[in-house]
């Protein structure tokens, strides 16, 4: 290297110089390169790389060598062996742990049957008979082993002649010549690999049985998943067959539930088979197949007990099992799906058959009436469900499904024969009965209309009978006709008829002639006596006009107008004579309607009215006199008090009975001015009208016994008491009229205006004592503090404030002396309730503000002797309001003097308390002026909580100004 430049001298090649310049720049590109990471470490990772692949090359040689060692189909010893067992697990291949018939079709029951009878007579011999096979092999070749182990092994005196190989033979032979050292190095090593292959054969046994046994178990799984796998080949196998007529797998009954289609055997009885018989028996063969592995033979092949592989655990675990078996599941429930849609069809066209044989009561169909319509109806639809059923489809193959309905059909089939049979009998039965009726109405007509009668009565009957008859005419013919459709319908649905019912059939039909000529000469005989009967008849009618105008003339004389009779016997008279022309005047009601019937012209009924119009008039006005009598009679002479000496007058009713009878004898009078029996009635009302006056004041119900005694006092009469001598004897109004009680009516009124106001007063204060039955105060929970407050008293306050004024006012009346001690007892429960309500609201208001302050710690410790005095109350007040709770009426409460004594003590003392409470803080306030811009409440709350100096975060800005909060 100079200045000018780098030379480059290799040995064998042309020196190189290269100008510093441009060394210079391949030096810089060559520090540039250098710093790239590949080309940095590119030498090392070349040189890694290459040692890598070395020893790979060499690890894999060993790995070949190894293998190749413990390769047993490439040991001689074992070839054959391996060879001749895999010969025998192949024989797996024809052993079939499940199977059946595809071109057989099996009940569910025969199917299982045969699944069994396939393990254990066919599966579970062939595995044992491989087994056997495979059993012999392994104690051959163990056999052949052991002897030449033992063979070797006497064949060597100690393992040292093993180690040496140095090629002197040390027992040479007798008479031949030394043999070379190398040949006798090469036997040495020989033997020694030989003594070292046998030992490792030897050891290799154990590994070559567990060996054996894999092999067997992977047959027998490779068993299993084939027979499942043949499984669900034979249950998918009908799907790609072509052929219509091919029968499927299982057979399946189709029937009838009150839900729905029901299959037999079921889905869940199909996949219960399958699993349960079918795979998990499988399954059971394949777990219970003999295992090499834990013979007893080759148990001294083991240290300790041998493990190997668990099947169940394997085919459990195994997906492809798995995956089969839902395979197996989906395909039973797709082809029951499809199965359900296919009977659909059935279902949809032969269910009304089935739920008309579960609800079709044939006494109750014969035992209401039917019409032949409904009963042809009937026959055609049984008919038409037996023909249906003939033509029914009985077969479907289904996928694994071959769905048979011929049981259904045999069990529906009996039901349209026998309903279509009934249906026939009955209508057997009512074309028998229709006609027999018909017969004998038919019969009795005939008979009818044979008699000719001369009377009219029973004349204008056989007019009656023989217009309705020919009005009937059609209607017999009807009936007729509809049973000759009854006959028909038989003989279309082949029913045989009874003799008896054909010959009574055909009497039907002779009997319709019959009256047919009947009808004609009754018409004949009509024509000939008609004029003769309606002259009789025009006689009749003429004669009982005249006995009603008799009736007319007699009502205005005679007893009937004469007043001084007893009214009861003129009334029965008249009743009597009532009853006579309502009898005259059905009498000629029916002449009328036989007038009509012979088309003249009928009576207009006018002396029939005029008779009843007088008639009923004379006896309304004899029956008021009777009735009046009766009742002035009741009122005045029987008792006026009932045993409990209250008044049984109702005065009101009384008014209003004599103002009605007034009424009806001023419009008799109007009708009638000179009628004597108007006037009595008249008479008799005016008099008794003179005692109404006094019947209104004695019957009177507010008047109790001590009225009844002063009245008794202003007539001087002497009315004994009664027999107890509880309350007075029983007297009448006759019985007080002979103490001259009009001249005292003036007084009577005085006291009978005193017992009104009285009772008045009496019923307020009911009322007001009423009014407080059933009202209570309202106590409910007082936040968390486990006592109650008084809720609303809004209504309790507005009560006892209006009737507080009502009493005074009773107080005040010149008529509240008798009832004068019970309304001042009223009045002072009434001010007692009041005083009470008014204490305990101003003890609660109070004890509310209070409560939350003392219910802090620090301001009892700050205010013993106010704490002290708080509790007191805290416990009057918490038993008051438990009294209050359990008992809430407010009468009730007000009667116990002590609780308003409680109430005023623990009033003083809250008193005394707030007095306490604001000395306090106002020494606060001193103390620290600042607390003047704060409230009493706000105050308390931050002298409450000094263990919480955060507390006085809210209040900064009242106190400070410009703070809002600390930290």
Same mark, same amino acid.
């Given at each position: ?15 190189? %110089? ?36 070395? !020893?790979r ?8 060598? !190894? ?10 010893t ?100 030394p ?64 052929d ?26 199909? =996949?219960n ?28 092949? %083991? ?49 009304k ?9 044939p ?9 032949? @319509? ?22 479907? $193959? ?16 009996p039901?349209?024969?026998a ?5 026939? =009998? ?114 009749n009618?003429? $004669? ?18 004469? $007043? ?69 009679h009741?009122? #005045? ?47 008799i009302i ?27 006092d ?48 009496e ?14 105060l ?8 486990? #006592? ?17 004024v ?15 001690a ?28 209070? +409560? ?39 009468? $009730? ?6 609780r ?43 002298? @409450? ?15 400070? +100004? ?6």
């Amino acid at each position: 290297m100079s200045a000018n430049g780098v030379m480059t001298i290799r040995k064998g090649i042309q020196a190189e %110089f290269v100008p510093m310049a441009a060394w210079v720049r391949q030096h810089s590109l060559f520090d540039l390169i250098s710093n790239i990471g590949f080309f940095r470490k590119y030498v090392t990772g070349r040189a890694f790389r290459r040692w890598h692949k070395g !020893v790979r090359r060499k690890n894999f040689k060993r790995v070949r060598q !190894v293998v190749q060692s413990r390769l047993f189909a490439a040991r001689s010893t074992f070839a054959g062996a391996l060879r001749e067992i895999q010969a025998a697990v192949a024989e797996l291949q024809n052993v079939h742990f499940a199977w059946a018939n595809p071109n057989h079709m099996y009940s569910l029951q025969e199917y299982g049957e045969l699944q069994v009878q396939t393990r254990e007579q066919k599966a579970k011999p062939a595995l044992d008979s491989i087994v056997d096979k495979i059993q012999k092999v392994l104690e051959r070749l163990c056999r052949e082993v052991q002897a030449q182990a033992v063979l070797y092994q006497d064949s060597i005196r100690n393992a040292s002649e093993l180690e040496d190989i140095t090629g002197v033979e040390l027992f040479q032979g007798g008479g031949g010549r030394p043999r070379p050292m190398v040949v006798i190095k090469q036997e040495k090593l020989e033997r020694a690999a030989n003594y070292a292959r046998v030992m490792d054969e030897l050891s290799q046994l154990g590994i070559f049985v567990r060996l054996v046994d894999y092999l067997f178990v992977e047959g027998v799984m490779a068993c299993a998943v084939a027979g499942v796998e043949g499984l669900l080949a034979l249950l998918t196998v009908h799907k790609q067959q072509t052929d219509k007529q091919a029968k499927a797998l299982f057979q399946v009954f189709v029937s009838f539930e009150p839900k729905g289609v029901a299959f037999s055997p079921n889905e869940a009885a199909i =996949l219960n088979e399958l699993n349960a018989n079918a795979l998990e028996g499988i399954i059971s063969v394949a777990q219970g197949a003999p295992r090499l592995l834990f013979m007893r033979g080759y148990a001294h092949l %083991f240290e300790g007990k041998p493990s190997g592989l668990n099947t169940l655990n394997i085919l459990r675990n195994m997906p492809h099992l798995t995956a089969l078996r839902a395979a197996i599941n989906q395909t039973v429930i797709d082809d029951f799906s499809a199965a359900r849609e296919a009977v659909r069809e059935l279902d949809i066209g032969y269910r009304k058959i089935w739920d008309f044989g579960r609800t079709w009561d044939p006494d109750a169909y014969a035992a209401q009436p039917r019409s032949l @319509s409904e009963i042809r109806r009937d026959l055609v639809l049984q008919r038409n469900w037996k023909g249906s059923l003939d033509r029914m489809k009985t077969n479907m $193959a289904i996928g694994c499904l071959q769905l048979d309905a011929k049981p259904l059909r045999a069990e529906l089939a009996p039901i349209t024969a026998a309903a279509l049979e009934r249906i026939k =009998l009955l209508l057997l039965n009512m074309a028998r009965q229709a006609t027999l009726a018909l017969l004998d109405d038919v019969t009795a007509r005939v008979q009818m209309l044979s008699a000719h009668p001369t009377q009219l009565d029973e004349f204008v009957n056989y007019m009656v009978l023989h217009t309705a008859q020919l009005d009937d005419r059609k209607l017999l013919s009807s009936q007729a006709g509809q049973v000759d459709d009854m006959y028909e319908s038989l003989a279309a649905h082949e029913q045989k008829v009874p003799t008896a019912d054909q010959v009574k059939h055909d009497d039907l039909t002779e009997a319709l002639a019959a009256f047919q000529v009947q009808l004609t000469e009754g018409k004949e005989f009509i024509a000939d006596h008609k004029e003769e009967e309606l002259t009789t008849l025009n006689a009749n009618v003429t $004669a009982l006009n005249e006995e009603l105008q008799g009736i007319i003339a007699s009502l205005h004389t005679d007893k009937f107008v004469d $007043a001084k009779l007893d009214p009861d016997e003129v009334t029965a008279d008249l009743e009597a004579l009532l009853q006579h022309i309502s009898g005259l005047g059905e009498a000629q009601a029916l002449y009328n309607q036989y007038l009509t019937l012979f088309e003249a012209p009928t009576d207009d009924l006018s002396t029939l009215m005029l008779a009843e119009k007088v008639a009923n008039s004379r006896y309304q006005l004899w029956r008021s006199v009777r009735d009046f009598l009766e009742q002035s009679h009741a009122w #005045t002479e029987e008792p006026i008090l009932d045993d409990d000496g209250a008044v049984l007058l109702n005065v009101e009713m009384v008014r209003q009975e004599v103002e009605d009878y007034a009424a009806k004898a001023y419009k008799a009078a109007k009708a009638n001015k000179d009628d004597p029996v108007v006037a009595r009635l008249k008479d008799i009302i005016d008099d008794f009208k003179e005692l109404l006056p006094l019947v209104e004041e004695l019957g009177n119900p507010a008047l109790q016994a001590r009225h009844w005694h002063e009245i008794f006092d202003i007539i001087k009469a002497d009315i004994p008491p009664t027999e107890t001598g509880e309350g007075l004897g029983p007297f009448s109004i006759r019985h007080l009229l002979q103490y001259d009680l009009l001249e005292q009516l003036d007084k009577l009124q005085v006291v009978g205006a005193a017992a009104s106001k009285e009772a008045a007063l009496e019923k307020a204060l009911i009322k007001m004592q009423s009014d407080w039955e059933g009202l209570t105060l309202r106590v409910v929970e007082y936040k968390d503090t486990e #006592t109650y407050v008084v809720g609303g008293t809004d209504e309790v306050q507005s009560l006892l404030d209006d009737q507080v004024v009502k009493t005074q006012a009773m107080r005040a009346s010149p008529f509240i002396k008798p009832l004068e001690a019970g309304v001042t007892s009223w009045e002072r429960l009434l001010l007692a309730a009041q005083e009470l309500l008014d204490n305990w609201l101003t003890c609660q208001a109070t004890w509310q503000y209070l +409560e939350p302050i003392f219910s802090s710690p620090d301001i009892i410790k700050q205010m013993p002797e106010e704490g002290e005095k708080f509790i007191q109350v805290d416990t009057t007040w918490r038993d008051v309001m438990e009294a209050a709770h359990s008992t809430p009426n407010v009468l $009730a409460l007000a009667k116990d003097p002590e609780r308003l004594i409680r109430l005023e003590e623990a009033n003083k003392l809250l008193e005394e308390i707030q007095k306490g409470l604001a000395a306090y803080l106002e020494l606060k306030r001193l103390a620290f002026p600042r607390f003047f811009f704060l409230s009493n409440d706000e105050i308390l709350e931050v002298l @409450s909580e000094t263990k919480d100096p955060t507390r006085v975060q809210p209040h900064l800005k009242k106190c400070f +100004e410009g703070i809002d909060k600390l930290q």
